[in-house]
Structures are given as C-alpha cells and as structure tokens.
C-alpha cells in the first residue's frame, strides 16, 4: 500500500479488483436519458456564443501575426477559444 502524502493519514489503498461493479438501470436516470444528457441553451445564446468564437478566433490570428506568424502561438489561443465556447454553451 502506498502512504499519503499529507503525513500520519492512513495508507492509500491500491487494489480496486475488490470493487463493486457498476450495473446501469432504467432506475437510476429516471428511464430517460435524454433529459439527464441535454443541456442545450437558447437559438440566441447560441447564436451570440458564435459569434463571441469568431471574434476570438480573429483575434488568436492577429496576435499570431504580431509574433511572426508563430503557430503555437496561434493553436494554443485558437483552443482556448474553443473552450471558451463550449463554456458559454453550457458543456
């Protein structure tokens, strides 16, 4: 077994072979995963989410440009971007 890292706590255990099982059931969601899985936002929010994408996006190839056209520079902006997106989509 391994020991914690934060002093005198009790040892890590490492062994999950002894773990219960996980058994999906209609139960456990209510029977209808669609509600469990959507997170949609409005037409609007959607719309204006977009639009935020694409002006970061411009903006990610200025600032590339303004560094020599460094493309690391440029995919590491363009991803945040992204996340941006998906943030203020609801995912």
Same mark, same amino acid.
């Given at each position: 077994?391994?020991? @914690?890292? *934060? &002093? @005198? %706590? ?8 002894? #773990?219960? %099982?996980? /058994? +999906? ?5 209510? &029977?209808?995963?669609?509600?469990? !899985?959507?997170? !949609? ?11 935020? +994408? ?9 600032? @590339?440009?303004? +560094? &020599? ?5 440029? $995919? #590491?902006?363009?991803?945040?971007? $992204? /996340?941006? *997106?998906?943030?203020?989509?609801? *995912?």
């Amino acid at each position: 077994m391994a020991r @914690s890292q *934060y &002093g @005198s %706590s009790p040892p890590i255990p490492q062994n999950l072979g002894n #773990a219960q %099982s996980f /058994e +999906y059931s209609d139960t456990s969601t209510g &029977g209808d995963v669609t509600i469990l !899985g959507a997170r !949609g936002v409005s037409e609007r929010q959607e719309i204006e989410c977009e639009m935020e +994408y694409e002006r970061n996006v411009i903006a990610c190839k200025m600032l @590339s440009k303004t +560094y &020599g056209g460094d493309l690391r520079t440029r $995919f #590491a902006c363009e991803q945040r971007a $992204f /996340e941006t *997106y998906n943030q203020c989509r609801g *995912y």
